[in-house]
């Protein structure tokens, strides 16, 4: 039987919009899509979001890693609710192969050595926010990627608030909205980062980080 070339991809083929996030990732720690997900998409994963927080499943989010807990309203306002993988649903199903497709691509084309994923639900009722801060600071030092996607109504008013900013540079920030369909991507040690206080209506999303070891 003939050897394999090391570097010979079978089936490779080229994804303008992965490639498009490696190379924001390259130049400016940070890609935004604006349709990484389909409208019908989102709507299905925003009403299993409502269901679950109807069943009360979400805690109040903190901040520490997961064994070594504080809550502290004055930095973080949010609820989140952790997903398995193992257990999901049809929408999340869809979700988790989108962005398995996508670490699948980064792990072949820029050999990220992406190992591990985690991700969660999270609910910013009106009035709550995120303080600036590195998502490293959570005791994790194997977060390489953040991942957010946005599972807000169609119509959301850039009035309500709830703005992820990021900081680019000492003088520099970028303002993005939580729209739905949106998924944006940051290099988790480098950005540092904000939520802004959701002036109206509640804010959802899903936060997910990619992990190297
Ligand atoms: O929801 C967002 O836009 C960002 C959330 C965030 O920074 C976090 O959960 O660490
Ligand atoms: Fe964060």
């Given at each position: 039987?003939?050897?394999?070339?090391?570097?010979?991809?079978?089936?490779?083929?080229?994804?303008?919009?992965?490639?498009?996030?490696?190379?924001?990732?390259?130049?400016?720690?940070?890609?935004?899509?604006?349709?990484?997900f389909e409208?019908?998409?989102i709507e299905i994963l925003r009403a299993a979001t409502?269901?679950?927080?109807?069943?009360?499943?979400f805690k109040k989010a903190a901040i520490g890693n997961r064994t070594n807990e504080i809550i502290a309203k004055k930095i973080r306002g949010d609820f989140i609710l952790w997903m398995d993988e193992q257990k999901a649903d049809a929408a999340e199903k869809v979700f988790f192969d989108k962005i398995n497709n996508l670490v699948n691509y980064l792990n072949s084309t820029c050999f990220m050595g992406i190992l591990h994923k985690e991700f969660h639900y999270a609910v910013y009722p009106?009035?709550?926010?995120?303080?600036?801060?590195?998502?490293?600071?959570?005791?994790?030092?194997?977060?390489?990627l953040s991942i957010v996607?946005?599972?807000?109504?169609?119509?959301?008013?850039?009035?309500?608030?709830?703005?992820?900013?990021?900081?680019?540079?000492?003088?520099?920030?970028?303002?993005?909205?939580?729209?739905p369909g949106r998924l944006v991507i940051f290099e988790s040690q480098l950005l540092e980062h904000e939520v802004k206080e959701v002036k109206n209506d509640q804010r959802l999303s899903i936060t997910g980080w990619l992990k190297t070891r």
């Amino acid at each position: 039987m003939e050897k394999l070339e090391l570097f010979e991809q079978v089936d490779f083929k080229a994804n303008s919009k992965y490639e498009k996030i490696i190379e924001d990732l390259l130049l400016q720690k940070y890609s935004i899509t604006d349709t990484f997900f389909e409208a019908s998409e989102i709507e299905i994963l925003r009403a299993a979001t409502l269901r679950k927080l109807e069943e009360d499943q979400f805690k109040k989010a903190a901040i520490g890693n997961r064994t070594n807990e504080i809550i502290a309203k004055k930095i973080r306002g949010d609820f989140i609710l952790w997903m398995d993988e193992q257990k999901a649903d049809a929408a999340e199903k869809v979700f988790f192969d989108k962005i398995n497709n996508l670490v699948n691509y980064l792990n072949s084309t820029c050999f990220m050595g992406i190992l591990h994923k985690e991700f969660h639900y999270a609910v910013y009722p009106k009035g709550t926010f995120y303080k600036r801060h590195l998502d490293t600071f959570q005791n994790d030092s194997c977060r390489k990627l953040s991942i957010v996607c946005y599972l807000n109504e169609e119509n959301w008013l850039t009035s309500n608030g709830g703005e992820l900013v990021m900081y680019t540079s000492e003088s520099t920030e970028k303002t993005i909205y939580p729209l739905p369909g949106r998924l944006v991507i940051f290099e988790s040690q480098l950005l540092e980062h904000e939520v802004k206080e959701v002036k109206n209506d509640q804010r959802l999303s899903i936060t997910g980080w990619l992990k190297t070891r």
